[in-house]
């Protein structure tokens, strides 16, 4: 088994909704796209899973302070993104499973996914209608509709999403995983933040 980095990964699954972002392999090259962000940037160190826990992802970013380190962490590169924030964290991703095939799974993301396990599961490719029923069956489906006048999420989004998974996973059958977490939703819309592929080697 072979996990593809976080870039790597991202480029597979095609064009889906993220914040501007762009791998750096030089200081210079990351004071350049920051410069060109009106906010905070976060850093992230390539090639790394779980970074967060490895002290791989430096939100308000000061790059002259913790590219090298980040690099170091790393493959030598250091991703750089524009820094967003939003009102909900979700995660998609899909599996091959010997008996169904490809099989979708969405739900509650970021550190929540660990701790409640909040998933639903979907063949892939979806029915109309099936991705509204599986939100629907969760226990966090009151944020989906919409938490205390925060808009609902969009589910068309969210669904081509779980296409792009879809399609990676029928294309390509050496992919056996991806995960996309978190999926961050601002003002009901989703961005893919993170992103991991495993192939079989």
């Known amino acids: 088994m072979r996990a593809l980095n976080e870039w790597e990964s991202k480029l597979l699954l095609g064009e889906l909704p993220k914040p501007r972002e762009t791998l750096t392999r030089t ?26 826990d490895r002290g791989a992802v430096v939100l308000d970013a000061d790059l002259s302070a913790c590219w090298q380190r980040l690099a170091g962490l790393g493959d030598g590169s250091v991703l750089v993104a524009e820094q967003v924030r ?3 964290e979700l995660v998609a991703g899909g599996l091959r499973d010997a008996q169904f095939g490809p099989v979708l799974t969405i739900g509650l993301g970021g550190v929540a996914a ?42 068309g989004a969210l669904g081509s999403i779980l296409a792009a998974i879809g399609v990676l996973l029928e294309a390509d059958p050496k992919v056996s995983e991806v995960d996309v977490n978190p999926i961050l939703i601002r003002d009901g819309q989703p961005l893919v933040l993170d992103a991991l592929v495993v192939k079989d080697s």
């Open 27 to 52: 200081l210079s090259e990351a004071l350049v796209f920051s410069a060109s962000v009106a906010g905070p940037v976060v850093a992230k160190a390539v090639g790394l899973a779980h970074k967060s």
């Open 86 to 88: 939003g009102e909900l």
């Open 114 to 155: 660990e701790v409640f396990r909040d998933v639903a599961f979907l063949l892939s490719p979806t029915e109309p209608g099936e991705l509204e029923k599986a939100t629907a069956r969760l226990l966090s489906a009151p944020l989906f509709r919409g938490w205390r006048g925060r808009p609902p999420v969009n589910l």
